[in-house]
């Protein structure tokens, strides 16, 4: 593919509001449609966006491999003991034990807002992930 001036503006000029947009879809995915995968996913199309935009290797200095690895792991991890606190506390895998000061239990929506938290960072950094290898292959 060949990149132009026109090309590149436009990519990083529409990245920010992409990514914006992603945001926006993990952190209001508990009160409308959307959620933690599927503003992971527009997350990911930023960094595609720039990476066919310019380059992949403008891309990955933007988010270097390593981090996106680490922020993969991490979150993959505490997905994990979310999932086992539940079963830990006498429930089941992702159930919503914590208490609270009343003696009840936090509102299903802040454990669904931590759970969209953690899917949205580990689908972004996935998808990034296999986009740049694909891209950085497919440039050699």
């Known amino acids: 593919m060949r990149k132009t001036d026109i090309i590149d503006v436009i990519a990083r000029k529409l990245a920010p509001f992409v990514f914006l947009f992603g945001f926006y879809l993990v952190a209001f995915g508990h009160r409308t449609p959307g959620g933690g995968f ?49 079963m830990t506390l006498g429930g089941r895998f992702l159930e919503n034990v914590l208490p609270t000061y ?15 938290i953690v899917i949205g960072i580990k689908v972004g950094a996935g998808v990034s992930l296999i986009c740049l290898h694909l891209f950085e292959r497919e440039s050699r």
């Open 102 to 116: 009343g003696g009840g239990i936090v509102p299903r929506v802040s454990f669904i807002f931590a759970l969209n």
């Open 38 to 86: 599927q503003g992971g996913v527009v997350i990911a199309s930023g960094v595609i966006l720039l990476a066919l935009g310019r380059n992949p290797r403008a891309a990955l200095s933007a988010f270097p491999v390593s981090r996106l690895s680490v922020a993969e792991v991490l979150s993959y991890t505490l997905l994990l003991a979310l999932g086992i606190l539940g």
